[in-house]
């Protein structure tokens, strides 16, 4: 049989019982779809996820803080548990020498600190660091220098957004400012020993912008440690012996991913709290994995149940063309053909409604997208954030194996019946009426 004369066959069969076959399909329809909506949700949101880990910093970055009281296990040789417990200075070198290590920077944090430009307010948190190799911890600047002096700060991307004019009634938020070259003022309150409020102004100029990360890292200022010290003594009313306290928090730049894990582990021996976003994503990858199995296994389940509608179409057919299957074979049809003309007829439901369900996934994905896209935009308004990316993502391979998949599970539904079809007595299918 010529591949154009089983076309047409298949054609012909399918529209002479088009409604039970258009059922058949709708039930593939239905699985294709549910399959492509369940993957497609699943990939954005794991996608979205991980975005948003690598917002935060390189994957090759941890984050160290102490932890005030208790002693850690002691790694690094020559460290009392008292000091493996405090990011002294002594420890950030001995870990900035291991080989794992390419820089560690120690970290400081001013909160709920007043920001002043000519007369608007905002509220910022100040950090306190060693800026040099900003760049190497992912940062980028927007405009201007990320190396700065003595009273010169790097502000985040969102900063001259935040401002506030107390002279204004109502909305007192004011356009945004460029602060890239300015001065700014911070406000620093205290109680003295009489318990009298006083305040400090200190000036600082605007050397650099960072570019946008996403998320609370985009209101910061960053100045250099020297500086965050000297207003930290002012406010304490007592400069903090770092060789003995240590820094609250640091931050160490491992020399690839693959060194993090290990690097982490080491850390945390030494008693002190250690996170990184590459553990972060691996954990969200294995959730993920988790969710993709269960994704298959109700595709599974779903398109088996659309596998007993094809098998039970083509049962049907089977009884009611009995003769046509006996005239076929007393004109020399073999079974192998006659087998094929059914198989193919199953694998043409699963096409139908492998091609459909596919569709219809992508235009729920497409739909979902547009809808996110306008609830963040009235966020906008309110002062929100927008997601970068779509949240409903369906990936490439899903448009082959979707309707493959589709495909092959109607053939092996109709294996059975087309089997049963392939062994009838042409003699006595030509007897039946």
Do not use: C
Not at 41 to 51: E, F, H, P
Not at 134 to 163: C, H, M, N, W, Y
Not at 233 to 250: E, V
Request: net charge positive.
């Amino acid at each position: 049989m010529r591949p154009f004369d089983l076309i047409k066959l298949i054609f012909t069969n399918l529209t002479r019982s088009r409604f039970r076959a258009a059922l058949s399909a709708s039930g593939v329809v239905i699985g294709t779809a549910a399959v492509v909506i369940l993957v497609s949700l699943a990939t954005g949101v794991q996608a979205y996820a991980s975005q948003g880990l690598r917002s935060i910093g390189p994957l090759n970055q941890i984050q160290v803080n102490s932890r005030r009281g208790g002693g850690g296990m002691g790694f690094f040789v020559g460290l009392s548990e008292t000091n493996a417990t405090k990011l002294t200075p002594k420890y950030l070198e001995q870990l900035a020498r291991q080989t794992e290590v390419a820089a560690v920077t120690p970290r400081e944090r001013l909160s709920g600190v007043e920001l002043n430009y000519k007369r608007f307010r905002s509220g910022a948190t100040i950090f306190g660091e060693s800026l040099a190799g900003l760049r190497d911890f992912g940062l980028t600047a927007q405009s201007g220098s990320l190396s700065p002096g003595k009273r010169e700060v790097i502000v985040g991307a969102k900063v001259g957004e935040s401002f506030t004019d107390p002279r204004r009634a109502g909305d007192n938020q004011v356009p945004a400012v460029n602060l890239q070259g300015r001065t700014l003022s911070i406000r620093l309150s205290r109680k003295d020993a009489n318990g009298k409020t006083v305040t400090r102004l200190v000036q600082v100029h605007v050397t650099g912008v960072l570019a946008e990360q996403g998320g609370d890292s985009d209101y910061n200022v960053l100045m250099p440690l020297s500086d965050y010290e000297e207003l930290n003594a002012w406010l304490k009313g007592a400069r903090t012996n770092r060789q003995q306290d240590g820094y609250s928090s640091a931050t160490v730049l491992a020399r690839s991913s693959e060194n993090v894990a290990t690097l982490t582990q080491k850390i945390q021996s030494d008693g002190l709290s250690a996170f990184s976003s590459q553990q972060a994503l691996d954990r969200i990858n294995g959730v993920f994995n988790v969710l993709q199995a269960f994704v298959g296994g109700i595709a599974a389940i779903t398109l088996a149940i659309a596998g007993t509608g094809i098998a039970n179409t083509l049962i049907t057919a089977i009884y009611e063309r009995t003769r046509e299957i006996g005239l076929m074979k007393a004109v020399g049809a073999t079974d192998g053909q006659v087998l094929t003309v059914f198989l193919a007829e199953a694998g043409a439901i699963g096409a139908i409604g492998g091609a459909g369900g596919l569709l219809v996934g992508w235009g729920f994905s497409f739909a979902a997208n547009i809808l996110v896209r306008q609830f963040y935009l009235s966020q906008l308004t309110q002062g929100g954030s927008s997601p970068q990316g779509d949240l409903v993502v369906t990936p490439l391979w899903v448009f082959i194996a979707g309707p493959l998949l589709a495909v092959g599970m109607g053939m092996l539904a109709g294996l059975y019946p087309a089997r049963r079809a392939a062994s009838l007595d042409p003699v006595e299918a030509l007897r039946s009426e």
